[in-house]
């Protein structure tokens, strides 16, 4: 049987992970198979390894490599420790006996010092201190046997010992790599600088192998170059080929031209690496040529040269995709871009899907709270009768003596007398058929008490049909408010799944048609052209003179036919003193407002709030609420209607929603009759257009010049009824228009006129500014006068003015 592991995610789905799926689709006789394949192949390369680190020799004597791979191996997989030990055993045997028993001694050395360190280090922090030791003694202890013992053994032993504790470090970030999938995507530089190393040490050990006269170690090298010169470019390629040539001119001397030659190779074969595999050959070549003619090297020209050309055949040998992964964790290759743009597009997907899965969570939830039980409030069908009925009578009925009677014999008089007593009780609150009472007290022993019961029972009922229409109205609440969630969140998907678009054609057109202008950019990035959301980054060479906001925006602004303008500057770190600017849309239309409220006689407190709030994507909203009342209580109503609105508008949700949210919640919280007005204006700034939404509110104006629109709906307060229906109302808005809403404390002051909407246009037409914070101020000081000097209720008003968006700086109208 094969357990298979379900994990649930946050929508209830059930979601089958990686490593079940591995489990469910191969047998396990295949996972099994593939599992000691991996560790056979695993162990073959442990083996080969420390064959090769056990004939490293350098500095004509000294072997550092092999107790720090052993060490290593020890500490990364400790069940490979003693095929590892052998194989370094097998690999000194290879040059002597003596380095053989070298190597011996060392190895149980190592073995005994870290069992006693075990019982102190448990977490094997120190095992260095162990290689060092062991390393130290060894030689020591060897020279003394040969030599006897002088203070220049004991140096050459602690220099080898201090090689030893440095490579340990170092192969400790470069054979976890060498041997095992890494999962990390980026390697840092002191990384590759170990990679290189542990490969020059591997090369180390096959000093002396020759082919016809060829030097093995010779051709590995330059192949190893070829591939990272290839790989990393210039910078990595010299640095592969001083590490690999010092490494091999440490273990022979006479390979200390070989510094030169890798590290030329390196380097011009990465200066090349644009022409791909055939120019990175081509300059290990010329730097063999250069090197073999010019320099006193001990090998002759052809040697050299067929030692480069058999690294350039292994090069080419080489499979795309070996290259291709080893760059990917080199940082600054396109490979590795590549790859951590394929994983940061996965952290996307992965992300966007999770929003889109709560997104369809909170639909699927607002669908199941929508779904509410029908209530007839009055009852109507024979079983709701039967079940109403038999209820009084079990707290009745039950009890009286001539239950038999009435309920056996006269079955169908009495049903109908309780029957009409309840329709009567039902629709009129009580009985005032006085024939249907005497004939009732006529019938039944207990006639009071059985129409008391009645009345009751239909009592309690209204009760709980009160109880579940506010269920219902909260269910409705939440549903709304889910759907609203549920949107902002596919809204959030969809922005998250966007892609960078590619803009080559309009990036050139930006860069030439600023050299003709006389500036040089760098760098252009556009990341998105969508109109009223452009964004644009680039580089100049200064923005000593703000030529970014003098002459690139207006440039700006005439290629794309939009208002570009300088959203942020920032200074490089650059031996040039370049600039990275960005640029970004602005709205076509800009609001001037003003606002001006006064309390009921006086006071301080007013009853009514508003608030301007931008909204995002270009919109702008503007909110009156005029509280039930007077004074803190009214404020407070008010008060915390706008905040509600504004929280909920900020977050996305339509205005419809919004407003209808605020309304269950109003009417919900509490018993009290506690109303509030709401005037709402949404003005989109790039296309001018607005939407009114007033629910209990007085008319909104508009002036255009001598031309008065009123702007009016017939919707009740909110809190009022249990479910509002909102009326939205379009309105497209000019230059140069003027948008005036007020409570109805100044709407409705003058008493003594028939038609205020006439007075209130006659008052805005004659008013001769057109600056929103005097218009605010001389409506409240009008009106004042004409309620002669009183202020009989909480008066506010609120006017925005709509301009085009004109720059700083004029749009160049020619680009010659």
């Known amino acids: 049987m094969i357990d298979r592991k379900v994990e649930t995610n946050m929508s209830g789905q059930a979601v089958t992970s990686v490593s079940t799926l591995r489990s469910t689709f191969l047998s396990p006789k295949v996972t099994s198979t593939k599992a000691a394949y991996s560790k ?3 162990l073959m390369l442990i083996i080969a390894v420390g064959f090769l680190l056990g004939r490293a020799v350098i500095l004509l004597q000294l072997l550092p490599f092999t107790i720090p791979f052993l060490a290593v ?6 069940s490979w420790s003693l095929p590892a030990a052998f194989a370094l055993i097998a690999g000194s045997t290879t040059l002597s006996f003596t380095y053989a028993g070298h190597t011996t001694v060392a190895v149980l050395f190592y073995f005994i010092l870290q069992a006693i360190l075990q019982r102190f280090d448990k977490k094997e922090k120190f095992f260095p201190i162990a290689v060092f030791t062991s390393v130290v003694i060894t030689r020591v202890l060897g020279l003394t046997f040969t030599d006897g013992f002088l203070y220049y053994h004991l ?19 470069s054979i976890p790599f060498f041997l095992e999938r890494r999962r990390q995507v980026t390697l840092k530089p002191e990384e590759v600088v170990c990679l290189v190393i542990l490969l020059g040490s591997l090369l180390t050990g096959t000093v002396g192998w020759m082919i016809y006269d060829l030097s093995i170690e010779h051709i590995f090298a330059q192949y190893i170059v070829l591939i990272f010169a290839f790989i990393g470019g210039a910078t990595i390629g010299a640095t592969t080929g001083v590490i690999m040539g010092l490494i091999l001119s440490l273990a022979n001397i006479t390979h200390l031209f070989s510094m030169s030659l890798l590290a030329f190779a390196g380097l011009l074969g990465g200066l090349l690496r644009e022409g791909r595999k055939i120019s990175v050959a081509g300059g290990l070549v010329v730097a063999s040529l250069l090197m073999a003619m010019y320099t006193d090297n001990q090998a002759p020209l052809q040697v050299t040269l067929y030692e480069s050309l058999l690294a350039v055949s292994l090069f080419f040998l080489t499979p795309k995709s070996w290259t291709n992964r080893l760059a990917s964790y080199i940082p600054g290759t396109v490979e590795h871009a590549q790859e951590q743009q394929l994983y940061l597009r996965k952290i996307r997907d992965l992300t966007a899907g999770k929003v889109e899965q709560f997104s369809e969570l909170f639909l699927s939830l607002s669908k199941s709270f929508s779904f509410t039980e029908k209530m007839n409030e009055p009852i109507e069908s ?18 009286c003596v001539k239950k038999k009677q009435c309920w056996t014999k006269d079955f169908q008089k009495t049903y109908g007398y309780m029957e009409s007593l309840m329709e009567a009780c039902n629709t009129e609150g009580e009985i005032k058929d006085q024939t249907l009472l005497t004939n009732w007290k006529n019938h039944c022993f207990i006639d009071r008490k059985v129409i008391s019961t009645i009345e009751e029972q239909l009592k309690n009922r209204e009760v709980e049909v009160r109880l579940k229409r506010q269920l219902e109205e909260s269910r409705k609440l939440v549903a709304d408010q889910l759907i609203g969630v549920s949107q902002v969140m596919g809204d959030f998907a969809r922005d998250i799944q966007r892609e960078k678009e590619v803009h080559d054609k309009q990036e050139e057109e930006v860069k030439e048609s600023l050299l003709k202008l006389g500036i040089d950019v760098d760098l252009v990035e556009i990341y998105g052209l969508d109109p009223g959301n452009v964004d644009l980054e680039m580089v100049i060479p200064s923005n000593k003179y703000n030529e970014a906001e003098k002459v690139i925006a207006p440039l700006l602004s005439t290629i794309l036919n939009e208002s570009i303008v300088l959203k942020h500057e920032e200074d490089l770190r650059s031996p040039n003193g370049e600039t990275r600017v960005i640029f970004g849309s602005t709205n076509a239309f800009i609001l ?19 608030s301007t709030m931008p909204l995002g994507d270009g919109k702008y909203a503007m909110a009156i609420s005029d509280g039930m009342g007077n004074g803190k209580r009214a ?6 209607t706008i905040g509600l609105l504004k929280r909920i508008l900020q977050s996305g949700i339509a205005e419809k929603v919004a407003i209808k949210s605020i309304n269950s919640v109003l009417s919900l919280r509490s018993n009290e009759e506690m109303f509030a007005t709401l005037d709402l204006a949404v003005i989109d700034l790039q296309e001018g257009s607005a939407k009114f939404l007033k629910v209990g509110s007085p008319p909104s104006f508009i002036k255009r010049g001598s031309q008065i629109l009123s702007i009016e709906s017939s919707n009740l307060p909110i809190g009022m009824i249990k479910d509002v229906d909102v009326d939205v109302v379009s309105e497209q808005l000019k230059a140069g228009d003027l948008l005036i809403m007020m409570s109805d404390g100044i709407y409705e002051a003058p008493t003594r006129v028939e038609n205020t909407d006439m007075l209130m246009k006659r008052i805005i037409r004659d008013l001769q500014t057109n600056d929103p914070q005097e218009i605010s101020d001389l409506l409240i000081e009008q009106i004042i006068r004409e309620s002669d000097g009183d202020i009989h209720d909480d008066m506010t008003v609120l006017v925005v003015r709509v301009d085009h968006y004109s720059p700083k700086w004029a749009t160049i109208s020619s680009l010659a």
């Open 73 to 78: 191996v020890f500490k990364w997989k400790r």
């Open 40 to 42: 056979w192949r695993g």
């Open 592 to 610: 001037e407002q003003g606002a001006a409220h006064t309390a009921k006689g006086g006071k301080w407190i007013s009853g009514d709030s508003f």
């Open 635 to 640: 404020h407070l109503e008010s008060e915390e």
């Open 155 to 173: 140096l050459t032993a602690l220099v080898e010992g201090g090689l030893a504790l440095i490579i340990t470090l170092i192969f400790m970030q």
């Open 382 to 399: 024979q079983k709701e009768v039967d079940i109403f009925l038999s209820g009084v009578t079990e707290k009745t009925c039950q009890i």
